[in-house]
């Protein structure tokens, strides 16, 4: 698979990463056995690159992900965790004294000394532009606690903020086929300060699996049932904040755009994947077989009809809804 530098950390990871929320079990059901078996079979299709946080399970996926790689010494695997998720979500919050417990913590579970990346994990807005913030990320890099330190954020204007403070290496953000603001600034500035991008929920929540109906039901703790307006955390995580009816309809346009021998998933990561800018996409997987499947995305080439298609669908169907939230 190909590989590409993230960002200021240096490090070659692969275009399609592993996204390990599932493994956390917060929604759905997923057991040790399968969980480990993502991690090898996402291994042994060349990611190179898992992406997770603390608030995940509480630490469960994390916890996985340290005991997968004990297992397997020879590995060289980038892993990026989050922190800050656990507490209140109040700028007051984000101070040097709780970033050494949570990274201790985080530190604990992956059963790594010096963690590769740490990402804020959508603070508040605030947070983004206070530099004492950025100084005490700064404080535990020369301490060698963490190697490099990055935002998860919500909105492109956070994004934009982020990118200006010169340390930050990554940027992670929501960037699909239906949310395509990141497009305008977001990706042209992070490339040219250097700074790496990290392209989550690109399936929409599965609506780009193309495998939803209207008529699609989801357990009572699946957040594609209980979040869809926004009454856990920021609507846009689940299916890109897109009215799910609505999505299914623009998903079945998005299927007929698809080229022969390629899956409706395999080709909407290929659509991230080819975005100038993006370092990797972070797709999530229950299976071994899912994982397999997506990570085949990164050798799926895509016709130039494709990518007008999906501007095409996301002018009809989302950029009046979407475009001016995120």
């Known amino acids: 698979m190909e590989q590409r530098i993230l960002g200021k950390t240096g490090r070659n990871v692969s275009t399609v990463g592993l996204g390990t929320w599932q ?27 898992f992406d997770t946080a603390d608030v995940y399970g509480d630490g469960r996926s994390e916890q996985l992900i340290g005991r997968f790689l004990r297992s ?4 060289s695997i980038t892993v990026a965790t989050k922190m800050g998720r656990r507490v209140d979500q109040v700028p007051e919050n984000y101070t040097l004294a ?16 010096t963690l590769d990346l740490v990402q ?16 005490a990320l700064y404080t535990l890099v020369s301490e060698g606690v963490i190697r490099n330190y990055g935002v998860s954020v919500e909105r492109t204007d956070e994004a934009l903020e982020a990118i200006k403070r010169g340390n930050t290496a990554t940027v992670q953000i929501v960037l699909n086929a239906f949310r395509l603001k990141p497009l305008d600034e977001v990706l042209p500035a992070a490339k040219e300060a250097g700074v790496g991008i990290i392209a989550r929920v690109p399936l929409a929540s599965g609506l780009l699996s193309g495998k939803y109906t209207a008529e699609t039901t989801f357990p009572e703790n699946d957040h594609r049932n209980y979040n869809r307006t926004g009454a856990a955390f920021d609507v846009g995580e689940t299916f890109s904040g897109v009215d799910f009816a609505t999505g299914v309809r623009a998903a079945q346009e998005f299927s007929q755009l698809v080229p022969d021998g390629v899956t409706t998933a395999q080709a909407a990561l290929a659509w991230v994947i080819a975005q100038d800018g993006v370092s990797s996409v972070i797709p999530g997987a229950r299976s071994a077989s899912q994982a397999r499947a997506n990570a085949e995305a990164g050798s799926v080439s895509l016709e130039g009809s494709l990518f007008d298609g999906v501007r095409d669908i996301y002018d009809r169907y989302f950029r009046e809804a979407i475009h001016p939230r995120w």
């Open 120 to 135: 804020l994990h959508c603070p508040p807005t605030a947070v983004y532009s206070n530099s004492e913030v950025y100084d």
């Open 72 to 75: 397997n010494p020879d590995l």
């Open 23 to 49: 493994l956390g079990a917060d929604w759905g059901s997923v057991t040790e056995e399968d969980a480990l078996a993502v991690l090898e079979a996402s291994v042994d299709a060349g990611v190179t690159f």
């Open 98 to 113: 709780n970033f050494r417990e949570w990274t201790d913590r985080s530190r604990r579970n992956l059963q790594q000394d």
